[in-house]
T-cell receptor, first 116, second 112 residues
Framework: EAQVTQNPRYLITVTGKKLTVTCSQN?????MSWYRQDPGLGLRQIYY???????DKGDVPEGYKVSRKEKRNFPLILESPSPNQTSLYFC???????????????FGDGTRLSIL | SQQGEEDPQALSIQEGENATMNCSYK?????LQWYRQNSGRGLVHLIL?????REKHSGRLRVTLDTSKKSSSLLITASRAADTASYFC????????????FGSGTRLLVRP
């Protein structure tokens, strides 16, 4: 089954403790991205990747890192999490990187992070 | 930056009625997409409409696009309880072909 898989689905942790949220897709998609969803703000893009070893900042990249060493995986790293990073996070992918606006995005089921 | 703004923020209707949600955006676009999000789940793509299209249908969904008014609407006909979800529009970003900009969504409740 074609899917985007995120882990963990839920995580409660403390300020400053490094964490990684994994994202994997099995559709051989070129483009992958991370969003955070906060009440009243919709989805805001954190980082995106156009292909292996090619990443760029979205609208809210501060406090996050990403890597794309393999085509299928795009982990999101919080080196020193803070309470303002408490949010619902989504990974998404699409077939090619050019003109993502004309391609459906495939989303994972989300990761709810609580940072105390 | 937020490009799409959905209206209303919340909508409650009876099963069988039609639901209309609107999306307004600020800059010129090439494409506009609509997504549905069920509670606790990821977004699911519903429909994509290009700037040279005025209307598109998919099952009980009808999307219109008015580029002169910078707005789009999503109509769900003969709604069902299973249509209860949040609905988001998403547009191309003005400054990059690698970004999508999402609105804040409309929460639809369909009462049985």
């Amino acid at each position: 089954e074609a899917q985007v898989t995120q882990n963990p689905r839920y995580l409660i942790t403390v300020t400053g403790k490094k964490l990684t949220v994994t994202c994997s897709q099995n559709m051989n998609h070129e483009y992958m991205s991370w969003y955070r969803q906060d009440p009243g703000l919709g989805l805001r893009q954190i980082y995106y990747s156009m292909n292996v070893e090619v990443t760029d900042k979205g609208d809210v990249p501060e406090g996050y890192k990403v890597s794309r060493k393999e085509k299928r995986n795009f982990p999101l790293i919080l080196e020193s999490p803070s309470p303002n990073q408490t949010s619902l996070y989504f990974c998404a992918s699409s077939l090619v990187s050019q003109n993502v606006g004309n391609q459906p995005q495939h989303f994972g089921d989300g990761t709810r992070l609580s940072i105390l | 930056s937020q490009q799409g703004e959905e209206d209303p923020q919340a909508l409650s209707i009876q099963e069988g009625e039609n639901a209309t949600m609107n999306c307004s955006y600020k800059t010129s676009i090439n494409n506009l997409q609509w997504y549905r999000q069920n509670s606790g789940r990821g977004l699911v793509h519903l429909i994509l409409i290009r700037s040279n299209e005025r209307e598109k249908h998919s099952g009980r969904l009808r999307v219109t696009l008015d580029t002169s008014k910078k707005s789009s609407s999503l109509l769900i006909t003969a709604s069902r309880a299973a249509d209860t979800a949040s609905y988001f529009c998403a547009t191309d970003a003005e400054d990059s072909s690698y970004k999508l900009i999402f609105g804040s969504g409309t929460r639809l409740l369909v009462r049985p």
